[in-house]
């Protein structure tokens, strides 16, 4: 008898370690601080990484556009169909991740709440509210990219044989679709 209840706690302890892990299983202090450190460190560099690689994007376009690249029609068509097709998946996907996402941080903010743990339970609020504002920009991001890929597709459509800059079609959709993942 005695047994079989040790063999419950453990079972069911193994269970909870399973499906709401620790999110920092070590005990030291100086561990957890170290991750602090490091998590902050990356909250403070990643606005400007998003910030470089839309610089980046934007300068691409201003040299093909003063160079003046160009693609046929034809190369237009099939440019804008995959940016078309990547655009939906894109979207489709960012709405996936981000209702999982805020599904699970409401389902621990409910179980903070009723383990009476308010500091936690404002926390996962405000981490879910930030999920919701990154879900929007993305969202809008990716939105964007798909609208100027479609409006791309009239002028190729209705004279096959002229050429169009290559800056146009596809550096702007393109730069962005790299916002919307960059977010």
Same mark, same amino acid.
């Given at each position: 008898?005695?047994? =079989?209840?040790?063999?419950?706690?453990?079972?069911?302890?193994?269970?909870?370690?399973?499906?709401?892990?620790?999110?920092?299983?070590?005990?030291?202090?100086?561990?957890?601080? &170290?991750?602090? !450190?490091?998590?902050?460190?990356?909250?403070?560099?990643?606005? #400007?990484?998003?910030?470089?690689?839309?610089?980046?994007?934007?300068?691409?376009?201003?040299?093909? /556009?003063?160079?003046?690249?160009?693609? =046929?029609?034809?190369?237009? !068509?099939?440019?804008?169909?995959?940016?078309? =097709?990547?655009?939906?998946? &894109? !979207?489709?996907? %960012?709405? $996936? $991740?981000?209702?999982?996402?805020?599904?699970?941080?409401?389902?621990?903010?409910?179980?903070?709440?009723?383990?009476?743990?308010?500091?936690?339970?404002?926390?996962?609020?405000?981490?879910?509210?930030?999920?919701?504002?990154?879900?929007?920009?993305?969202?809008?991001?990716?939105?964007? /990219?798909?609208?100027?890929?479609?409006?791309?597709?009239?002028?190729?459509?209705?004279?096959?044989?002229?050429?169009?800059?290559?800056? %146009?079609?596809?550096?702007?959709?393109?730069?962005?679709?790299?916002?919307? #993942?960059?977010?």
């Amino acid at each position: 008898m005695v047994n =079989s209840r040790r063999t419950a706690k453990s079972h069911s302890a193994l269970k909870n370690a399973i499906l709401w892990p620790e999110p920092y299983p070590a005990r030291d202090g100086v561990a957890k601080l &170290m991750r602090k !450190i490091e998590s902050t460190r990356i909250q403070k560099s990643w606005p #400007w990484l998003i910030v470089l690689a839309l610089v980046l994007a934007g300068m691409t376009y201003l040299i093909l /556009s003063h160079i003046g690249s160009s693609v =046929s029609s034809s190369a237009v !068509i099939e440019l804008d169909k995959d940016l078309i =097709s990547t655009n939906g998946l &894109m !979207i489709a996907f %960012t709405g $996936i $991740i981000f209702t999982g996402m805020l599904a699970e941080i409401r389902f621990r903010t409910e179980r903070a709440i009723q383990t009476s743990d308010q500091q936690r339970a404002n926390r996962l609020e405000r981490t879910s509210k930030a999920l919701r504002k990154t879900a929007l920009a993305s969202f809008l991001f990716f939105a964007l /990219s798909l609208s100027d890929a479609i409006g791309n597709l009239p002028g190729p459509l209705s004279s096959p044989s002229s050429t169009f800059s290559l800056a %146009t079609t596809f550096v702007l959709p393109v730069a962005l679709m790299v916002g919307g #993942w960059s977010i």
